[in-house]
């Protein structure tokens, strides 16, 4: 069975005979069960009973309702109520707006709003540069999906997709102080959403697209780009794409290899692939291998899309024909962004010494993490549960701050790799080791150091520096 989760972390409000040994009675009955008790509250008590509030983390649904079968089962113990921790944090949403400043009298409401509100926006008619000075597009970002490629969990529509891009705008306020505004679309027609998010760029200094499929999310993104005066970013691609490169900056470290010298073996050719196969090119990397469900992309493959053509002419110069499995053999480095379990260990065993393994398939990984480890020196997943995990809010939060400061109208290619460079050298020198080459989601050195990373590769770039590699399908 699968290990209890934080993900499904419940309070059980239980009512107990009193008793000298109730409270370990019940936390042994929870534990027993196979919950992970974190918490055990008494919260009344009477001439004969305790009321308990136990705290636990369960596996799934079907584990909640054996923890409390369990605790039902003991004399004179009765399960009052079943609180999910997970959908209270959730009760109303996650975000809210504030107002900046004090609405305290009239001479305060008067210059905030009318009248003399009328003054600024008069101002912004006659230079509408002043938008990102004199309101909240110097600092707000929208993040914007269609609900067609959420988490794990495939096209749910923009409705399901809401708590999830009000996490996403929460971590943008928390990390790096960017407010930032859901904006779940109702449509799945691209030409829609080109002109949706144009007629609402007004009010944003950024776009970030979340959870679009693809190849939809190519165009989308390549119009966007082309179309708006305002950065506009996939943080599935490029996000990915940033994260991956810095844990492979330090991963090669920890091996001595160099990029420029090592086999890499891509698996998946989607959004993330795509945008970590153009960086890891961007960067010297020579001897990559893509690979689809039909196995290596390669020039002599009838290729249906734009996308997959450029990683062809780009890449696998060998013109090598064979599966992911038979790739595998003498590759330096693993990339996954694909699917679950679809390697096993002698897959990775069969891996040039010293290794490194990105199996980054949430919630399952391509290949199981602790049996990769016993044959490559370095492991990292897009899991919290184990070492090195790539996530992608080590990347955006700071990458739109630096954009923002910056008054940024676009990004480009060289911002995604200073990026990258500066949260690999967020893990210091003394601390680089085959189970720490990133460094943690919390720690509050990461998004300030991308943000002057970001900011300081705009000062210092040539007036028409190369974009960011997008193709169009």
Same mark, same amino acid.
Request: charged content about 5%; cysteine-free; hydrophobic content about 65%.
């Given at each position: 069975m699968a290990a209890p989760s934080p993900g499904h972390s419940l309070i059980l409000r239980v009512q107990i005979p009193?008793?000298?040994?109730?409270?370990?009675?019940?936390?042994?009955?929870?534990? $027993?069960?196979?919950?992970a008790v974190t918490a055990l509250d008494i919260v009344e008590s009477a001439s004969d009973h305790l009321i308990v509030d136990v705290s636990c983390n369960v596996v799934d649904d079907d584990h909640r309702d054996r923890v409390v079968a369990a605790l039902e089962e003991q004399d004179g113990v009765t399960v009052r109520k079943v609180s999910d921790r997970t959908f209270l944090i959730h009760l109303g949403g996650k975000i809210e707006v504030t107002p900046r400043v004090s609405l305290r009298n009239r001479d305060d409401l008067s210059r905030a709003y009318t009248p003399g509100v009328a003054r600024v926006c008069m101002a912004i008619h006659e230079n509408p540069a002043d938008a990102r000075r004199l309101t909240i597009k110097r600092n707000t970002v929208a993040v914007v999906t269609d609900g067609t490629a959420v988490l794990g969990l495939g096209d749910i529509g923009p409705a399901a997709a809401l708590p999830v891009m009000e996490g996403k705008a929460a971590l943008f306020k928390s990390f790096a102080d960017v407010d930032a505004w859901p904006v779940c679309l109702d449509t799945t027609d691209t030409e829609e959403i080109i002109r949706i998010v144009k007629a609402i760029a007004p009010v944003y200094g950024g776009i970030n697209l979340e959870d679009i499929a693809a190849p939809r999310c190519f165009e989308i993104l390549a119009r966007l780009q082309d179309e708006l005066d305002i950065p506009v970013f996939h943080d599935d691609q490029h996000g990915?794409?940033? $994260?991956?490169?810095?844990a492979l900056y330090n991963a090669l470290r920890v091996v001595d290899k160099k990029i420029e010298d090592t086999r890499i073996v891509v698996s998946g050719v989607g959004a993330a692939g795509h945008a970590i196969i153009q960086l890891l090119h961007h960067e010297g990397a020579g001897r990559i291998i893509a690979c689809d469900r039909q196995g290596a992309v390669h020039r002599g493959r009838d290729l249906s899309d734009d996308h997959r053509r450029w990683i062809a002419e780009n890449t696998n110069s060998d013109d090598f024909t064979g599966t992911l499995k038979e790739a595998m053999v003498g590759a330096d480095v693993f990339i996954g962004v694909s699917g679950p379990n679809i390697l096993d260990e002698e897959d990775v065993a069969a891996m040039a010494e010293d290794s490194i393994v990105f199996a980054m398939a949430n919630p399952t990984p391509e290949v199981d993490p602790?049996?990769?480890?016993?044959?490559?020196? $370095? $492991?990292?997943?897009?899991r919290s549960d184990f070492p090195n995990q790539i996530n992608n809010v080590l990347a955006f939060p700071g990458l739109f701050r630096g954009l923002l400061d910056a008054d940024a109208a676009e990004i480009r290619t060289e911002m995604l790799v200073a990026a990258a460079r500066a949260i690999a050298d967020c893990v210091r020198a003394g601390e680089l080791n085959a189970s720490y080459i990133v460094p943690s989601v919390f720690d509050s050195t990461v998004a300030p150091a991308v943000a002057d990373a970001v900011h300081s590769s705009i000062a210092s770039a040539p007036s028409a520096p190369a974009a960011v590699e997008t193709v169009a399908v």
């Open positions: 009193a008793s000298i040994d109730a409270t370990s009675t019940i936390a042994s009955s929870v534990a $027993v069960a196979g919950a990915t794409a940033i $994260v991956a490169l810095a602790l049996a990769a480890a016993r044959h490559a020196a $370095v $492991v990292a997943t897009g």
